[in-house]
């Protein structure tokens, strides 16, 4: 019962949090050296990774899809879950996934430079959650982001851009790399209301009061997460996709 509480209340302020309105400026990223690693395009060498990239682009891309999900293994996961089943039940199938498993930033920024999101896929929707990964500074991580969501809202300036939160991890709330990611997260949710982006803070409902992971929706890492974890996060991204009031 106190889960779902607290899921409520998160629910109801932070997807309402751009309060549907659009700032004109630009992306208020941290400023960094244009060098900067997290914001370099780099691709990896493994064949399964190469393998799904190439699944995933030239007549293989999916255009016009409902949602697609863009991150690292946690977004990855999704595809084995019921949640995953689910959501294209609800979406009937137009639904894309483009979460591989270990990445960082500057990868994201490679797949999607180099065919996995051309100008004209056109979704109504698309997620993100990345920089778990990264090994930068939270404001080297920030401006990552900032450049993986200058790349959608360029090639797909229709799209509603959902960003999520990096989770909490390990101890949850005391962990150096929950702290660390926290970090980023209060730059990145300034980028709420930029570029059609709408910031939502899901990590709350990942920890008890104590700010101790619920050890039940995580698997033995505590840093991926069980079907359970999914069921949280299919339930917050139905409601955001759901709403109505968005302008």
């Avoid at 690292?72 to 999704?78: A, L």
């Avoid at 994201?108 to 109504?124: A, M, Q």
Wanted: hydrophobic content about 35%; overall charge positive.
């Amino acid at each position: 019962m106190r889960r779902f509480a607290t899921f409520v209340l998160i629910i109801i302020h932070c997807i309402g949090c751009a309060g549907g309105t659009t700032n004109s400026g630009e992306l208020p990223v941290p400023r960094v050296p244009l060098n900067d690693p997290a914001m370099v395009a780099v691709n990896r060498t493994a064949k399964w990774w190469n393998d799904r990239h190439k699944s995933k682009i030239g007549d293989n891309v999916v255009r016009n899809q409902k949602i697609v999900l863009i991150g690292d293994s946690i977004t990855q996961g999704f595809e084995f879950t019921k949640s995953w089943e689910d959501l294209n039940n609800k979406y009937h199938n137009r639904i894309t996934n483009l979460g591989y498993s270990g990445d960082s930033t500057e990868h994201v920024i490679w797949r999607l430079e180099n065919g996995e999101f051309p100008p004209g896929i056109d979704p109504e929707y698309v997620t993100l959650m990345i920089g778990v990964n990264n090994k930068n500074s939270p404001e080297s991580i920030a401006a990552g982001i900032g450049k993986i969501l200058k790349i959608i809202s360029t090639n797909a300036p229709r799209s509603k851009i959902l960003l999520f939160s990096i989770l909490p991890c390990g101890k949850g709330a005391d962990d150096p790399e929950t702290k660390r990611m926290n970090a980023v997260n209060q730059i990145i949710q300034k980028y709420d209301g930029y570029l059609n982006i709408r910031y939502i803070d899901i990590g709350g409902l990942y920890l008890h009061k104590t700010g101790e992971l619920i050890e039940e929706l995580f698997a033995r890492d505590k840093l991926h997460i069980k079907a359970e974890g999914y069921e949280i996060w299919r339930d917050v991204l139905i409601a955001a996709v759901d709403r109505k009031d968005w302008k």
